[in-house]
């Protein structure tokens, strides 16, 4: 941990906010782990949760004062980009850890398109359900909704990671989680998985299309971003299938080919949180969903080095900073 200087008001679409708690995430690991080198010490982080301080002059949306949830891709909201819904592909987009929210305060630009204000002053209990939806929940409900979850359907989960966790809520009548640590097990099952699957590769698959009549599930969340992940989630799927993918793919490869004969749909990306946000804010506000789950261990900031520690030795799952 360095000390940096308070961040300022620059542009008059910016907000700055004092955070009240951030995370760390599986895609965080890659710099951590070395494969995705770093040109020297920098800041990190993308997921936040706050309270205003400053807002530039052009913002009218939040003040200071206000609670705010944010997505980890700061954009304007008025290019076609943005009016279809895929935020985190604007042109003029500011990726979150370019600014780095495992801080104290971060400077958020384009604030009013941005940051959602909570309904109120939440309690502590419902901050780390807030701070799920900046990533992990979106990007999870992101997902589903690229594999086409719903009724009547099975929906396998590659990957124990948060993001597999949080991906349960549109009415699937079958989850099936693949995991072959016991305590992620565990975890899955309380977010409504009905299977589990333990085994990876071709095997999982397999398990996975026995489980379904031999057809495979109708819809396939892939959630890690590596070579093999990607293979199992599109053999884990039936012909006509979908396959939501969220994991980031460092160095991963796919062939064409086995895509074009699987006859499976893929669709995902970096996931647009903030089309869900407002959804996602209002169903932890209410209590009908309680994502806070997917937070195994909480450190302080200051300890941040110990959470990445636990996690990339899987001692945890997800690691919630406070500051």
């Known amino acids: 941990m360095e000390e940096r200087e308070d961040p300022q008001i620059i542009d008059p679409t910016d907000a700055v906010i004092r955070i009240t708690a951030s995370c760390i995430c599986g895609s965080d690991l890659w710099p951590y782990r070395g494969l995705a080198p770093l040109p020297g010490p ?4 993308h997921e936040y949760v706050g309270i205003v301080e400053q807002t530039g002059a052009q913002v009218a949306t939040v003040k200071p004062g206000d609670f705010v949830v944010g997505p980890f891709v700061a954009s304007g909201d008025g290019c076609e980009i943005c009016q279809a819904g895929f935020r985190s592909y604007c042109p003029n987009r500011v990726e979150m850890p370019t600014i780095g929210t495992q801080a104290e305060k971060a400077r958020i630009p384009f604030a009013d398109a941005t940051l959602i204000a909570t309904p109120g002053q939440p309690g502590a209990e419902l901050i780390p359900s807030l701070l799920a939806c900046s990533d992990v929940l979106g990007t999870g409900w992101f997902a589903a909704v690229s594999a086409q979850d719903g009724p009547d359907k099975s929906v396998a989960v590659v990957g124990d990671g948060a993001v597999g966790r949080a991906a349960k809520q549109l009415g699937a009548d079958r989850i099936i989680a693949v995991s072959r640590h016991p305590e992620r097990q565990k975890l899955a099952l309380e977010f409504g998985a009905t299977d589990v699957v333990a085994e990876r590769g071709e095997d999982g698959a397999a398990h996975v299309k026995e489980l379904t009549g031999g057809y495979g599930a109708h819809s396939t969340v892939e959630a890690v971003g590596t070579t093999e992940s990607l293979r199992q989630a599109i053999h884990a799927t039936r012909p006509g299938g979908n396959v939501g993918y969220v994991g980031v793919p460092v160095g991963a490869q796919l062939d064409p080919m086995e895509l074009f004969a699987s006859g499976v749909q893929l669709a995902g990306g970096v996931a647009p949180v903030r089309r869900f ?21 909480t450190l302080p900031l200051d300890d941040a080095a110990e959470g990445y520690k636990a996690m990339d030795e899987r001692q945890a799952i997800k690691v919630l900073l406070t500051t």
């Open 42 to 45: 920098s800041q990190i982080g």
């Open 277 to 297: 946000l407002p959804e996602l804010i209002q169903l932890v506000w209410d209590r009908k969903i309680n994502p806070d789950k997917v937070f195994d261990l």
